[in-house]
């Protein structure tokens, strides 16, 4: 019979905001954006989550968009939706969709 790994009990379900904050702290990459972001699963490469549960090539563009202008690695979202030729609303429900589709992944 296998015997259950001592350790904290992985999370059951992983809230959209909390996803949000895992994805920013991660792609800032700094101790203090993860402190702020609170625990994580440590298991997981959180940057790799958009490559993992979005299939959806514009979504995860759109995300990986939405996550540089959070860190300030883009202008600002609305410029990088100007440049790749995307309405910001629209680009917004894209970013939220894979935000989604990563906390549902993970969660089921």
Not at 3 to 12: A, F, K, L, T
Not at 61 to 75: C, F, M, T
């Amino acid at each position: 019979m296998l015997s259950r790994p001592d350790g904290p009990d992985p999370p059951r379900q992983y809230p959209t905001t909390l996803v949000r904050l895992w994805l920013v702290a991660a792609w800032a990459g700094h101790s203090e954006a993860d402190a702020q972001a609170g625990p994580k699963p440590g298991d997981v490469r959180v940057q790799r989550w958009p490559e993992v549960h979005v299939a959806d090539w514009r979504m995860k563009a759109q995300l990986k968009a939405w996550l540089n202008a959070q860190v300030g690695r883009e202008p600002s979202f609305r410029e990088a939706c100007r440049i790749n030729g995307w309405n910001r609303d629209s680009a917004m429900r894209g970013v939220d969709m894979a935000i989604e589709l990563i906390s549902s992944g993970l969660s089921g």
